[in-house]
C-alpha cells in the first residue's frame, strides 16, 4: 500500500505549496498536485454527505435529475480547486491523474471526455462553481476508489478549459478535485437511560432521543441502536400505562415532502422493533414523521443539523 501511495506523489509532484495558494489551504495527504498548479479554493468537512457523479447526463438540468447516475457516499470530504500552469491542457492534466491514480491502485469507475460527458448538462450538474461553467467543450471526467481496510478512499476528478472568464483563471486549465474518505461518523450523542427519559417526560411531556441510527437515506436501523432500544422498553415496561408518540425527526437538508415520508418510515420501523422484539403492545406506540418541521437549532451548521436529527418520545395523554 505504501508503494502505491508513494507512486501517487511521483507521478504528479510531492505536495509541496504554492507562492498562489489560497490561504490556509493544502493538498490531500493521499493525492499530490500537478506540478505548477495552485490552490484557489479549499474546504474541509469532517464527516457529511456527498454526491458523486458516476454516469452521464442524460436528462436536461443534469445528474441531479437522474439519481441513478450518482451515488452518496459518507465520511470525510475534502474539496479542492487548482489552477494548472498556462499552456497546460485539460487531456495533459487528466492523463497525469489518471496515471497516477492508476499506479497508486485507484479503480477507475467511470471516466468520461467532452460531449459524452453529457455536454453543458454535466457541467452544471458537476459544479456550482462559476469558475467551471459553461467551458464544457473541453471537460474531462474521471471517478475513481481505492479499497482500504480503514476505510475505502473516493475521487472525483474534473478537469476543464477556462475560455472565458478573466481574472488569474483566465486561460487556464482548472482542476476540481474531491475526495472522500468513507469512515462512520464519530458518535458523540450519548444512549438515555430509562430513569433519565422519565425525568424529561414528566418535566417536558417529551424526550429527545440521539441513541438510534439510520443508514443514509435508509429507514432500517443500524445494529447500534440496540442500547437506545432496550432503554425504550424499560421504560415502557416500568411504566405500564404510559402510550408515546414515537416521532421521527430530520435535519433541513432535502425536500420537505421526502424527508417527512422518511422520517414517518423510520419512526414505524421502531415501533416495529419495539412491538416485535420488545414485546411492547402495538396500540402503545404511534410513528409519527415530521422531517424538518421542528428544529431544536439552525440547520445552517453541521452541529446544528445534528441536534436536528433525532427521536422524540411524546406523551400521549389519551
Not at 490531500?28 to 506540478?35: G, K, L, N
Not at 475505502?152 to 474534473?158: I, N, P
Amino acid at each position: 500500500m505504501f508503494s502505491r501511495i508513494l507512486a501517487l506523489f511521483l507521478s504528479l509532484v510531492a505536495g509541496v505549496a504554492a507562492a498562489g495558494d489560497l490561504p490556509g489551504s493544502a493538498d490531500h495527504p493521499a493525492i499530490a498536485r500537478y506540478d505548477g498548479a495552485e490552490i484557489y479554493a479549499y474546504e474541509v468537512q469532517a464527516f457529511t454527505d456527498w454526491r458523486f457523479i458516476k454516469g452521464a447526463a442524460t436528462v436536461y438540468g443534469g445528474l441531479q435529475k437522474n439519481l441513478d447516475a450518482s451515488e452518496v457516499l459518507e465520511g470525510k470530504l475534502t474539496r479542492l480547486g487548482y489552477r494548472a500552469p498556462p499552456e497546460r491542457t485539460p487531456l495533459e492534466i487528466f492523463r497525469n491523474y489518471q496515471q497516477a491514480l492508476a499506479d497508486a491502485g485507484f479503480e477507475t469507475l467511470f471516466a468520461c471526455a467532452r460531449e459524452e460527458c453529457g455536454g453543458r448538462n454535466f457541467n452544471h450538474a458537476i459544479t456550482l462553481d462559476m469558475h467551471l461553467r459553461e467551458y464544457h467543450q473541453d471537460q474531462r471526467y474521471l471517478y475513481a476508489r481505492l479499497k482500504r481496510p480503514e476505510g475505502d478512499l473516493y475521487v472525483a476528478l474534473y478537469v476543464i478549459l477556462n475560455q472565458a472568464g478573466g481574472g488569474p483563471n483566465k486561460g487556464r486549465s482548472l482542476i476540481r478535485l474531491d475526495v472522500l474518505e468513507r469512515k462512520a461518523m464519530e458518535q458523540r450523542m450519548v444512549v438515555i437511560e430509562a430513569p433519565a427519559m422519565q425525568v424529561d417526560i414528566d418535566a417536558k411531556g417529551k424526550v429527545a432521543l440521539y441513541g438510534i441510527f439510520f443508514d443514509f437515506d435508509q429507514a432500517s436501523m443500524r445494529a447500534d441502536s440496540a442500547a437506545q432500544l432496550e432503554e425504550i422498553t424499560k421504560l415502557l415496561k416500568a411504566s405500564p400505562v404510559l402510550k408515546v408518540l414515537v416521532v421521527g425527526h430530520s435535519d433541513g437538508k432535502g425536500a420537505l415532502d421526502y424527508n417527512r415520508e422518511l422520517s414517518q418510515r423510520r419512526a414505524q420501523s421502531i415501533v416495529k422493533a419495539l412491538v416485535e422484539q420488545h414485546g411492547i403492545a402495538g396500540e402503545r406506540l404511534t410513528a409519527v414523521g415530521v422531517g424538518m418541521a421542528a428544529p431544536l437549532a439552525s440547520n445552517r451548521s453541521e452541529e446544528g443539523r445534528a441536534l436536528n436529527r433525532r427521536v422524540e418520545l411524546v406523551e400521549r395523554s389519551e
